[in-house]
């Protein structure tokens, strides 16, 4: 299993302003991905970090919103940009393995609060 | 369209079985995934389904059927760790979706 960490682990963040969050994995994958979720709610998929690529994102989400970089096998880092209250969220890294995207390890997230 | 379905919260007992049904539609289906989550905590992996039947992991099965768009996560032997929220999740080629999870409380 892949040991994945975040930072940072949580933050509280002005609105109008961005927030950098980083994952960092312990091995190579290919698949990484970036969710949020609600305090007791569901997990929402915001993007696939694709390396060497743009990411792709899913429905409701844009790429000038939550830029994304993936510079390498082990590292990403997702932007929340112009932040308002409604990003107020968990944000929560995930890798694949080899046994496919169906099985996926999640860091520990990261708690955003915007005032 | 896209729905999941899976009861928002299920209670037992100590020591006995739970059973967390889960119903879907998706726009290309490969298999089913169950997820584990404590509170405060990260989802963490149970069991996936890529063909019909039941899957055993120790204490925990996972059963799909295709036909009928349906599986369940079947508890066994239910300890007080066990309290958590568990979500289904259906793949879909290069990514999963996640329900909106069932809270198993138990009772000692």
């Known amino acids: 299993s892949a040991v994945i960490s975040q930072k940072p682990s949580r933050d509280i963040c002005q609105r109008g302003t961005s927030l950098t969050i980083q994952c960092q994995v312990d091995?190579?994958?290919?698949?990484m991905f970036w969710y949020r979720q609600q305090p007791g709610q569901s997990l929402t998929l915001i993007a696939t970090?694709?390396?060497?690529?743009?990411?792709?994102?899913e429905s409701g989400f844009v790429i000038d919103k939550f830029p994304i970089s993936r510079p390498n096998l082990t590292f990403s880092t997702l932007t929340v940009s112009n932040m308002s209250p409604e990003d107020s969220s968990i944000y929560l890294c995930?890798?694949?393995?080899?046994?496919?995207?169906?099985?996926?390890?999640f860091g520990p997230g990261t708690r955003l609060t915007v005032t | 369209g896209q729905s999941l379905e899976q009861p928002s919260e299920v209670t037992a007992v100590e020591g006995a079985i739970v059973q967390i049904n889960c119903t879907y539609q998706?726009?290309?289906?490969?298999?089913l995934s169950w997820y584990q989550q404590h509170d405060g905590g990260a989802p963490t992996f149970l069991s996936y389904?890529?063909?019909?039947g039941l899957e055993e992991t120790g204490r925990f099965s996972s059963f799909l059927s295709r036909s009928d768009s349906y599986g369940y996560l079947l508890l066994q032997e239910l300890q007080m760790k066990d309290s958590a929220s568990y979500f289904c999740?259906?793949?879909?080629?290069?990514?999963?979706?996640f329900g909106k999870g069932t809270r198993l409380h138990i009772l000692p």
């Open positions: 995930s890798v694949g393995t080899k046994r496919g995207v169906h099985e996926q390890y």
């Open positions: 091995s190579q994958v290919t698949m």
């Open positions: 970090a694709n390396q060497g690529s743009e990411a792709t994102y």
């Open positions: 998706t726009s290309g289906f490969y298999g």
């Open positions: 389904n890529g063909l019909d």
């Open positions: 999740a259906p793949r879909e080629d290069d990514k999963i979706i």
